[in-house]
């Protein structure tokens, strides 16, 4: 008879478990669109390989834990607890901005079945000009961690208002801004060599949350920073998921076995990458969002009325990828953007909206900028689950 290893009792008969199927699926939000919610409900992967699973040890103390099973050999690869936090944040330098244009992506636990790894903060060229890192965090969701995914887009997101450092202060992006085609740096948060980079100013950055380290939202410990309006909204903006090069990247932290928060103790070999990722371009897309509860921040916005302006030159404005909302009423099928490729009617309803600026917009562009090629874009699985 097979045994399973229970994380309190040990090593018990098969027989006294329960499986729940899939583990690490994030919950639809009660405002989440009809197909988030089937998708959340009905629709499950079903590899052939590693499968992560729910268990509940029934007949024994009655706690649920995670398994990593291969579902072709059935092997029982790892169990772990539901609930354990990412570890916090170590402290380091963020090695110098490698050429203009590139966008620092912080470092942040991930977790495979061995545990929370440390994936290396790296400078990483953006997919398309105007793009800027949403970094991803971890939140505490019906009793456990799910990891929320970061990506690429125009406006800063809502990223659990964890403070990743050099200009990630919790909310926004505060180590630069774009100014039409060049990236500028904030010289008092990034590291710049000012030989190499030119588009510089010095603007003191004050931190908004007091978790200095904490790696995590919600939950004990976690930090408490709700979404602002903004934020909601900016969820239904056109964003790029992680480029191949930055999945690339947290594998290859994956395969260090130092980089384990069981092996380093908290303290990851590699903390940070002086090598910058490899350029790889790409369009911004409207992807839905899975968990929908926790959004993103017009940032730049702020950011760029916070900045001191140039006297005018001609002012071709950046273009927005849509236009920042109406008022709130149910906006059927309003498409400003070109797609590189269709996708699945996406049903609008009625969400909350930021807060109307007063200020003249720019028009929105709807040509895309020579830059930003279309690309065939591979969307990564739905069923790519927070943890
Ligand atoms: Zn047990």
Known sequence: ?????????????ESEFVCAGTTHIARAALNDTDEAWGQYLFFRENPKGVHLERWRHAY??????NLARHTVTHEVLAVYRMSEPPPPLPEYEQPPCPEP????????WSYAPAGYYWVPGVWAAPPFIGALWTPGYWGFISGRYGWHQGYWGRYIGYYGGINYGHGYVGRGYWGGYWNRNQFTYNRSVTNINTTIIHNTYIRNVTNITTYNRVSYTGGRGGVNLQPNRAEIAALRQPRTPPLAVQQQHRVAAMNSRA??????????????????LAPERRQPVVTQVRVQSRPAAPAQQQLERAQPQRPQEPIRPTPQPVRPMEPA????????????RPEPQERREPQPQPQQR???????EVQPRPEQRPAPHPEPPRGEQPR
Not at 1 to 13: K, S, V, Y
Not at 60 to 65: I, R, V
Not at 260 to 273: D, I, K, S
Not at 358 to 364: G, H, L, M
């Open 1 to 13: 008879m097979m045994q399973l290893n229970c994380p309190w009792c040990g090593a018990r008969d």
């Open 329 to 340: 009423r149910p906006a059927p099928q309003e498409r400003p953007q070109p797609q590189p």
């Open 60 to 65: 024994g103390c009655g706690l649920w834990f």
């Open 101 to 108: 244009n590139y966008i620092w992506t912080p470092g942040y």
């Open 358 to 364: 007063s200020e003249p917009q720019p028009r929105p």
């Open 259 to 276: 980089q384990f928060a069981t092996v380093n103790r908290g303290q990851p070999q590699t903390v940070a990458l002086a090598r910058p």
